[in-house]
């Protein structure tokens, strides 16, 4: 069974060396159905010059490893609003993680999504609900709402 001390020390990781990438390599290959492992190798590949599909596919294979994974879920959404440029499913990932248990990050999520669809009154309650409403992320995505920022142009 995979450590939580070892995903710890991998969630502590900001910008992952090759050698962060040979440790995920040697990991995912005694445990290759690990969600989570292949949730930071997603989340690591985007900081290097890869096809971007290749992030989805590890955050697709996280998910299909265990779809009750939340935070799977959750980077898929983020994947599909900033790289996917697919609203509609980011929105289903998004909602999906929430359902799962995920937090602030997917409430988060979800309010750019419906920000950028036009329908601020509804990404206001979504950050309503985040725990952290001190959280810079929430202040600020609020205070861009508010200023019409997101306001779709016609």
């Known amino acids: 069974m995979l450590s939580k001390v070892v995903l710890q020390q991998l969630s502590q990781v900001s910008f992952p060396t090759p050698a962060d990438f040979d440790q995920l390599r040697s990991l995912q290959a005694e445990f290759p159905d690990s969600p989570e492992l292949w949730n930071f190798r997603g989340n690591w590949l985007q900081l290097y010059d890869v096809p971007l599909a290749q992030v989805q596919v590890c955050y697709e294979k996280a998910i299909s490893c265990d779809p009750t994974f939340a935070a799977g879920h959750e980077s898929l959404g983020y994947y599909h609003d900033t790289f996917g440029d697919d609203l509609m499913r980011a929105m289903q990932c998004f909602r999906q993680a929430l359902k799962l248990g995920a937090g602030d990050a997917s409430h988060i999520g979800l309010a750019r999504v419906l920000a950028q669809l036009g329908r601020s009154t509804e990404a206001i309650q979504q950050l309503n609900q985040c725990v952290d409403q001190a959280n810079t992320e929430v202040v600020l995505l609020r205070c861009q709402i ?9």
């Open 146 to 154: 508010a200023d019409g920022l997101w306001a779709i142009d016609d």
